[in-house]
């Protein structure tokens, strides 16, 4: 015949009960399984009856003790833990950008993070540095983005397209790099903003605005960027 280990601790454990040992000799006994004795650990060595097929390991018979017992014997309780739940930094970071934007009016995008090289060709740029997929769905998705910027112009033209104007975007996502040695791609986070209808200050303004939100004041504009931004209207921060 089997045998298995019962251990009273183990069940009001599981069970969150207080049982003592007889009510738990007095559940067992109850459906035809005969306790030996008690070894060394405390623990009740049980004789499984041939036809309980059901019953194989320690729970098995923690469950037969809280059926026989009765469910409502069980006390109710709420779950105790010891982990708080909370943002991390990063998390945090993230959260408050998008607070802030959409505070200053900006509305958040998203766009997808698989484009092809029409679309890089009609924002000026090229696919150097661009994770290509071995079996894209089209060629219109079969490079993964490594900038935000050719999303954002795609908002934009929908929008002019529909005649929305003053509707200044962000979009607050991860791109994917190529590396060097063909090892899995790089992932880094980025941030876009888009606006039609303002000026270089206006978008400038939004910027610092940001920065001052996290406590960053001293910021110097210098010309620099892209060959893919206008001549006289982009800067580096």
């Known amino acids: 015949l089997r045998t298995v280990r ?21 559940c067992l006994t109850r459906e035809g399984i005969a306790i030996q004795e008690m ?20 729970e098995d018979l923690i469950e037969e003790v809280a059926r026989v017992a009765g469910y409502e014997s069980i006390p109710t309780r709420l779950l105790e833990g010891f982990a708080q739940g909370g943002l991390t930094p990063v998390q945090s970071m993230r959260e408050r950008t998008r607070s802030g934007l959409a505070a200053m009016g900006l509305y958040e995008t998203m766009s997808l993070s698989f484009l092809g090289n029409k679309v890089l060709e009609q924002v000026g740029m090229d696919a150097t540095g ?9 060629e219109e998705y079969s490079i993964m983005r490594r900038s935000l910027i050719p999303g954002m112009i795609q908002s934009l033209g929908v929008n002019m397209r529909n005649k929305i104007y ?9 791109v994917h790099l190529e590396t060097a040695d063909g090892s899995l791609p790089v992932e880094k986070p980025m ?3 888009g606006a039609i209808g303002e000026s270089f200050y206006e978008v400038k303004g939004y910027l610092e605005e940001l920065f001052r939100i996290f406590g960053i004041s001293d910021l110097h504009f210098a010309a620099g960027g892209g060959d ?3 001549p006289g209207r982009k800067a580096e921060i």
């Open 166 to 174: 003053n509707r200044p975007l962000f979009e607050m996502s991860n």
């Open 130 to 138: 661009c994770v290509r997929l071995q079996n894209p769905l089209s």
């Open 6 to 26: 019962v251990r009273p601790d183990r069940v009001n454990h599981v069970l969150g009960t207080d049982f003592p040992e007889e009510v738990i000799m007095e």
């Open 191 to 193: 941030l876009c903003l």
């Open 228 to 230: 893919y931004l206008h």
């Open 39 to 58: 070894d060394e650990e405390g623990a009740l060595i049980c004789t499984i009856p041939s036809h309980r097929m059901d019953l194989a390991i320690e």
